[in-house]
């Protein structure tokens, strides 16, 4: 397995097949995709990418922390997890973050994918919440230090 650096379109299948099979790839385009301080990893096994996730220099205001990068577009093909993909581009990221001076990374955690992030160590904020068409979240936070 290797993690890359990969391109804003080079997530978009696997966010459209994972995140948004409703939508159009236009739903697949994130605010902020292209950004200077956006980076975008994908896990690659066999040569094919199979993981992918984003990362927005984004200040949630729930946070005192002056810093703060926003994950999104987290996701695996099925018949690749359970194999630290996930997690392996977590880990990639944190030092990239830390070294953009932040010391926060935050997301809008959907219902079902809160074990994994409790499990590379993020905690939960608040009550869940809905996004429409998508489903019940919770904002959840780690700290990068
Ligand atoms: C959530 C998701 C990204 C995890 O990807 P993955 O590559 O399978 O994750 P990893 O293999 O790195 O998992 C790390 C650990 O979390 C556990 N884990 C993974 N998904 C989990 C879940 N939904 N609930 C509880 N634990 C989970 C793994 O078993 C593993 O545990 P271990 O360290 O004891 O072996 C993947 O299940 C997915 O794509 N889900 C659908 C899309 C989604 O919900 N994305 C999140 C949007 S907020």
Redesign the pocket.
Known sequence: MQVLRIKAMDTHPIRHK??RPNGTLDDCVFQGDNDELTFHLGAFVDKKLV?VASFYFENSSNFDDAYQYRLRG???LPE?????????LLRTAFPVIKQNQCTLLW?N??E??I??YE??GFKAVGELFPIPHIGKHILMSIKID
């Open positions: 994972i995140l993981s987290m996701a695996t690749y997890h359970g194999q630290g993909l996930s997690s392996s997301c955690a959907r079902k994918a074990g994994f499990k590379v």
